[in-house]
């Protein structure tokens, strides 16, 4: 099982709607990061959360420390949004580098 | 400010050729990662580095090794290129606030 799981996988939806991305890990971490990959490739940070909730223009990240869920929400969606979403953790303990543990990922698709 | 560029974008290479991948910043970050994405499974540590003149191996360094000789190149050498390196490759940098920065990737084939 993968430290980190997001879901769902894959998501379409209709260009104005609400949409929830997930992401449940299972190790104590001091942080949590939102990434967005675009389809050319390049990887963009949104999000470094460790407690409560953050908001960029229409895109809105919480987190529940005890719970080690957090959810990205995506209000009015666009077709330009269209992207994989990815969720990574930092775990507690990790000092010497930093280093990330990555999920595989939610590829969304959002249709005109 | 070009933050962390990589170098090529794209490469075909045949079974056993080596090749080395160019990763540079410009915002004098310490650290520094080298990471791998297969289709369908997250990104994969290779190698990171705190700091120029040290380097330690991430979660899958078989087939790999790098150098930090300046704060601005990490370069990731890959030696006896095999099908399994078929993937593709990304260089980041942690930012001092422990956001992290990512060049736009090396699309690598091995055939």
């Known amino acids: 099982k993968n430290e980190v799981e997001q879901s769902p996988q894959n998501l379409t939806a209709q260009e104005g709607e609400f949409i929830t991305i997930n992401c449940s890990y299972s190790?104590?971490?001091?942080?949590l990061h939102w990434l967005q990959q675009h389809p050319g490739g390049g990887i963009v940070s949104l999000f470094m959360?460790?407690?409560g909730k953050k908001k960029h223009g229409r895109l809105i990240a919480t987190i529940n420390i005890q719970e080690k869920h957090s959810s990205l929400h995506i209000t009015a969606s666009h077709p330009r949004d269209s992207a994989v979403y990815i969720c990574?953790?930092?775990?507690?303990?990790?000092?010497?580098?930093?280093?990330?543990?990555f999920g595989e990922g939610t590829q969304l698709t959002v249709n005109p | 400010n070009a933050g962390v560029t990589q170098t090529p974008k794209f490469r075909i290479l045949k079974i056993g050729q080596s090749m080395t991948l160019q990763c540079t910043q410009d915002?004098?970050?310490?650290?520094m990662y080298w990471y791998r994405q297969d289709p369908g499974m997250g990104l994969k540590l290779i190698y990171y580095?705190?700091?120029?003149?040290?380097?330690d191996k991430g979660e899958v360094p078989n087939g790999y090794n790098v150098s930090r000789s300046t704060t601005e190149d990490f370069p990731l050498r890959l030696e006896l290129a095999a099908p399994s390196q078929t993937s593709v490759y990304f260089c980041?940098?942690?930012?001092?606030?422990?956001?992290?920065?990512f060049g736009s990737g090396t699309r690598l084939t091995v055939v």
């Open positions: 980041a940098t942690r930012t001092g606030n422990y956001g992290y920065t």
């Open positions: 190790v104590g971490i001091s942080a």
């Open positions: 959360l460790s407690s």
């Open positions: 990574a953790v930092r775990p507690l303990g990790e000092t010497s580098g930093s280093r990330l543990t």
């Open positions: 915002m004098n970050h310490n650290y």
């Open positions: 580095s705190v700091g120029a003149g040290i380097t």
